[in-house]
């Protein structure tokens, strides 16, 4: 088994379904969709929306694409397509 990342800071979370384990199956704060107090992942870290989480259930390593852009300022901003002919 994976040992938990350096990275990994409970005070950094993230609620998203495990790829590799079910650990929210049947749980129902997380079929709400709410902040789930059991079933969360620790974000090590993000490039732009691209979210590095590992699960503290199965310590399950990937990568998650949130789609939120949160560092890409001019994402959708149709005045900086100055090479498109
Ligand atoms: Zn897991
Ligand atoms: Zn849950």
């Known amino acids: ?8 800071d409970i005070g950094r979370r993230a609620w998203v379904a495990c790829p590799n384990c ?3 199956d049947g749980c129902t704060a997380c079929q709400d969709r709410r902040t789930c107090r059991d079933h969360w992942r620790y974000l090590l870290s993000n490039t732009g929306s691209l979210l590095h989480l590992q699960c503290p259930s199965c310590l399950h390593i990937w990568t998650h694409e949130s789609g939120f852009g949160a560092t890409r300022s001019r994402w959708g901003d149709s005045t900086g397509d100055v090479g498109r002919q």
């Open 1 to 8: 088994m994976l040992p938990l990342d350096p990275q990994a």
């Open 22 to 24: 079910n650990d929210r």
